[in-house]
């Protein structure tokens, strides 16, 4: 919880830019809740049509919390 506001303010800042794919490295982080992951999926709900998200070495329970909540979403896509 002591973070979330820094994440919800870098993902506004990630939806402000307009590139088609935007990539973010998440290697560094090794965690993150549902509430983060949500906060992910509803930036990238709010993004223009055909701009998308890669997700770079995210910790291994973020792939399975959007699977799970959200396993449809196309602006998201998981990089390994």
Not at 9 to 31: C, W
């Amino acid at each position: 919880m002591n973070t979330r506001s820094v994440w919800q303010q870098a993902l506004n800042q990630l939806a402000e830019r307009r590139m088609d794919v935007l990539h973010v490295d998440l290697s560094r982080v090794r965690f993150v809740d549902v509430a983060g992951v949500t906060d992910l999926a509803v930036t990238a709900q709010r993004l223009p049509e055909g701009q998308r998200i890669v997700l770079h070495r995210p910790p291994p329970q973020l792939p399975r919390i959007l699977d799970h909540f959200w396993p449809d979403i196309a602006a998201i896509e998981v990089a390994a």
